[in-house]
């Protein structure tokens, strides 16, 4: 009885996780108007030529957009294969904003006033990291120091890491 009792109670936890980790929609996810899965002829028509190509492996490539704004592509199949995009980063105050109109510069206040109560928050590097997450498998995380939004990433939740950009 106690097994059964302790499998359901782990069952329901998990249930419960799972209807907690779909804060924001999946539209909510972009940064500049660039979403994750765009293509890289999107960006293009976005934003123009980069003006630094890094190579991070074999399959991933970041592009520049001068010292402030970096979207990272991976090559996949969604539809068609392709680059596309899986990571979007916003390091300065740059004017790019997310669907909700955050930027670099706003206040944390902002940010919980336009999306709610965030999913996840750990320190890293100096920053309070504050996350929302958005199914399938994306994710926008806000860096935050002294109650100001310092970097916005908008990602693939399953392969979000430094080294990647």
Known sequence: MKTKLTMLVCVAMFLMNGVCLASVRDDQIALGGVPIAATQDYVRSVYGEPSNIKKVSADMVVWQYGDSFDVRFRYMRINTSGYHVTGIRSKRANG????????????VDKMWDMLGEHDYVYPHKGFDVYEYYAEPYRKMSFFVQEGVVRIIVCSRSDEMSDKQW
């Not at 997310?98 to 206040?107: K, L, M, N, Q, Y």
């Open 96 to 107: 790019i904003a997310t669907p909700d109109g955050i930027t670099v510069g706003d206040s």
